[in-house]
């Protein structure tokens, strides 16, 4: 993957008669896209087990994030 693309998973929020998706400053700062440039979105529905997995490895990292920092050093 090259630095001017990611892979996010968001939820939908509702907006209007709609949904929209939501991306943090970071986020486009990291590809190097600013609010107002162009950028190809692909939409694609996601097994609901990803919740529970980003859950899981968000209190993991809680819990070992200071291991895992020292053991990428």
Avoid: C, W
Wanted: aromatic share 4%.
């Amino acid at each position: 993957m090259s630095n001017r693309q990611m892979t996010l998973i968001r939820n939908v929020a509702a907006h209007g008669t709609g949904g929209m998706v939501q991306f943090h400053k970071e986020e486009l700062r990291a590809i190097s896209a600013d609010v107002g440039l162009p950028v190809r979105v692909t939409i694609e529905a996601v097994d609901n087990n990803y919740e529970t997995t980003a859950e899981a490895a968000k209190r993991m990292r809680g819990r070992f994030g200071r291991t895992l920092e020292l053991l990428t050093k």
